[in-house]
Nanobody, 127 residues
Framework: QVQLVESGGGSVQAGGSLTLSCVVSRSIDSRYCMSWFRQVSGKQREGVAAVDHDGSTTYADSVKGRFSISKDNAKNTLYLQINNLKHEDTAMYYC?????????????????????WGQGTQVTVSS
């Protein structure tokens, strides 16, 4: 059973930075898209960043220039660097893995129950 465990969330002031981490319990098929989603209570999960098996990255328009996704295959760890945090970044952040292409997973995966999902880490941004 593959497990994804996120960490690094917290309460920060607007303009600050955070780095989220997601440790994967064992190696996932390298062809899987590794990604970060976020969810505000009452709303559907939103894809924010993804990295494909070849290292190519995809970002939601709302986070381009502020979010940076990376992975360390040797450590089975996915990262999300968030800079210049805004109040609207407040959400539960989830890492996820899916065999779909990253463009498709990021756009539609928020409504899916397939794939692997972590339990989430909360990010709260205060003004």
């Amino acid at each position: 059973q593959v497990q994804l465990v996120e960490s690094g969330g917290g309460s920060v002031q607007a303009g600050g930075s955070l780095t989220l981490s997601c440790v994967v319990s064992r190696s996932i098929d390298s062809r899987y898209c590794m990604s970060w989603f976020r969810q505000v209570s009452g709303k559907q999960r939103e894809g924010v960043a993804a990295v494909d098996h070849d290292g190519s990255t995809t970002y939601a328009d709302s986070v381009k220039g502020r979010f940076s996704i990376s992975k360390d295959n040797a450590k089975n760890t996915l990262y999300l660097q968030i800079n210049n945090l805004k109040h609207e970044d407040t959400a539960m952040y989830y890492c996820a893995a899916d065999p779909s292409t990253c463009v498709v997973f990021l756009q539609y995966g928020g409504a899916w129950t397939s794939g692997y999902w972590g339990q989430g880490t909360q990010v709260t941004v205060s003004s």
